[in-house]
């Protein structure tokens, strides 16, 4: 029985062959174009049948030379292929060649040209299959330098892209079915490049770009449904918060990978900028710049490694930077220009408000001050209107109306609430632009004044026009000088062109200008003891004894405090000459900013307890007296804060 079936199975083949022939010989006559020939073979051949190596070889040939896209799909559609058949033709195809511009574009022509509705979705699931095994040999040529391959970056790209596109595209054809064959052959793909593609993995930036795409393309491809988020976070190997995130928010949150410091930090700004997650389906932090194909929004935030420092603090001139990463600030700001602008798109009003005052960046900027110490917010927009920059205050008076766009529900005893960062923002009233005029600020009630022109003309705190002293966290401006004053404390320029500001505390704040920048306070006697907070931002910076004026800078014995990702403190003994030497090994401070310092001068040793570790010299007697000194090298900033200072053995 089975050899006689071959056998008609034969016959049947040599009869469709024969009967395919003829056909062809009459469309030929009648002027027939290629590509309808091809179809008509390809619609002729037995059920089962494959492509013949001399049809894939055709296949590769034209996928190589960029020519003949009609015939490609002819051979790849045809429907007697099964899917894994079809993909093999195309992925033979692409084996060699450079995913480049041209290519990706001659690849999209392909799909695109579908002669029917069928055919599209059975073209894309093939083509995108070859790319991923593309990638797959991409991934294995370059295994841990992949981010020094521009050429090889650019192939994972475009690849890449053309998926996204294909489940993404509102132009696309694709059926749920196409959809949901291409779902599949991502997740194996994920499955098979794990240590690229899993987020537990920690990648170069450029990297984790290409798989945020393949992450975002493997989403979007997934069928809409209840266990949409589940399947997909299945399928992406997440787990722990950034699991958590995806099924609980329905964001995905996407970065360098590795630790999950980032998701924690993007579900604790959304508490205060909710507005972000309007109709995004995710978030990506390294880049604020960073463009991704997705069916829906993809916020992107910037990132920046240790804490905040002066430079980059919105808050720089009027306040120290809150006691947050540079990574929260950077986050924070880019949820808030997505919150902002949706907002925007909510209320026109506001818009016309926020662009008579200077537009969108400025108020977003706020909305991030907001979201991460709004005390200190207020009290900065305070002190510049009151040094005659209203800008900031007309930000914050949008900010905050642009905040209230996505305000949850509060108690009816707070009124209109917005979710700000170390305070309870209630009772805010609202302009006929959108803007706020009014809002409660834990105990104080603040009013935001606008003349006929709409500029902010003056801020009220408790009825009370605002005043210098009324702002807890407005430090004094430093300034250039010879010698300062406050707070029962005196210095004097040592050398250099600091500029200093003393504040109540007491708390003297330092920023340099040059290296040899120094201000010194009289020693009560040459055995001191020095205690106090210290904070470096930027620049090296940090406290000497002993110290008089040299010619080229400090004599005496310094301890300098290098801000940065890991923060260091080294003890120097400096000539005067510009000269220093380090006289201890140099140790890792703890990340965070401020370190409490005390520094003890007795007979011929110096000792240094700074973050818990001990360093000592013993210095000649050239180093036995000498003033108490506060250094800063150029766009360094330094405070020093509860100051104390006493003669060896004397008490507080």
Sequence with gaps: MRTTKTTRTAKTAKTARTESGARLRSLRACGVGVTLLLAAIAWAAPAGASLTQSETEQVRGYVTTLSHPDRVRAFVARPDLTPDESAGAMSAAIAGVTVDDRMAAYLEEVVIGAPSVATRPVLAAAIVRAL????????????????????????????????????????????????????????????????????????????????????????????????????????????????????????????????????????????????????????????????????????????????????????????DPPAVDAATMAIARGLAAAAVHRALERRPTLRVQVEHDGGEPGVATFAAMLAVDAPRTVDVAAARLLAGKGESAAWLSDAIGALAAFAPTADAKDGLAIPVGHAKMTHAALEPTGAASAFRLD??????????????????????????????????????????????????????????AIAAGPRVRIVGTSVADAVSTPAPADDVTLETDLRVDDAPGGLAVRAVPGARGVHGVSLLVVPGTKPRAALLVGDGYGDETAVAPAVDLPAGGTVHVVLAAKGNRVDATVGGTTLSVTVTADYAHGDVALRAYPGATLEASHWSLLALGKKR
């Excluded at 696309?172 to 949901?180: H, L, N």
């Design 443 to 500: 105990a104080h009630a603040w009013r935001i004044d606008r003349d006929g022109s709409g500029s902010v003309s003056g801020m009220k705190r408790d009825g009370a026009p605002v005043s210098t002293p009324m702002l807890a966290s407005v430090h004094a401006v430093a300034t250039e000088g010879t010698s300062w004053k406050g707070a029962g404390m005196i210095f004097a320029r040592l050398s250099g062109t600091p500029r200093v």
């Design 132 to 319: 991923l095994a593309r990638v797959d040999a991409i991934y294995a040529q370059h295994p841990a330098d992949l981010d020094r391959s521009e050429a090889a970056l650019g192939q994972v790209a475009r690849a890449y892209g053309f998926v996204a596109g294909e489940v993404s595209g509102a132009d696309s054809a694709m059926t749920d079915a196409g959809r949901a064959d291409i779902a599949k052959a991502l997740a194996d793909h994920v499955s098979r490049d794990a240590t690229m593609l899993h987020f537990d993995v920690q990648l170069p930036q450029a990297v984790a770009k290409l798989r945020a795409q393949a992450a975002l393309a493997l989403l979007d491809a997934m069928p809409d449904g209840v266990t949409r988020r589940v399947d997909a976070a299945d399928k992406l190997g997440l787990a722990g918060p950034r699991r958590a995130a995806l099924v609980e928010l329905g964001l995905l949150v996407m970065d360098v990978g590795g630790s999950d410091d980032r998701v924690t930090a993007v579900r604790s700004a959304l508490a205060q900028l909710p507005g972000a997650r309007e109709g995004a389906e995710a978030v990506y932090v390294g880049d604020e710049h960073a463009a991704f194909k997705s069916r829906a929004p993809v916020v992107c935030t910037g990132d920046a490694p240790g804490a905040l420092g002066e430079a980059a603090s919105p808050w720089t001139g009027e306040a």
